[in-house]
């Protein structure tokens, strides 16, 4: 059974940057979509950045410009550049990856932002 270990998040200033790290531990087969989500206090979970299907990158609104999506060739491994985090930031990141056999979920990060 495949699993996505996640690493990275914390506490941090705002403004100040993080990075969120998940790699794929067994085997996921076709792997067509991988995508970092977030939950914050009161919210539903909401997508945060993702690559397509074919690979493009796409960004909520709210983190556009701030955030950047990257992935190694292989597809083992999926990051998230946090850069000029605010409060509103805060919340449970998590990674989440589709193959051919369904979808997976990271077990989720939390990032909390102080002004």
């Known amino acids: 059974q495949a699993q996505l270990v996640e690493s990275g998040g914390g506490s941090v200033e705002s403004g100040g940057s993080l990075r969120l790290s998940c790699s794929v531990s067994?085997?996921?087969?076709?792997?067509?979509?991988m995508a970092w989500y977030r939950q914050t206090p009161g919210n539903e979970r909401e997508m945060v950045a993702e690559?397509?299907?074919?690979?493009?990158?796409n960004y909520a609104e709210s983190v556009k410009g701030r955030f950047a999506i990257a992935r190694d060739n292989t597809r083992t491994t999926v990051q998230l550049y946090m850069n000029a985090l605010k409060p509103l930031d805060t919340g449970v990141y998590y990674c989440?990856?589709?193959?051919?056999?369904?979808?997976?979920w990271g077990q989720g990060l939390q990032v909390t932002v102080s002004s």
């Open positions: 067994g085997r996921i087969f076709s792997i067509s979509t």
């Open positions: 690559f397509t299907s074919g690979g493009s990158r």
């Open positions: 989440h990856v589709r193959g051919s056999s369904g979808a997976y």
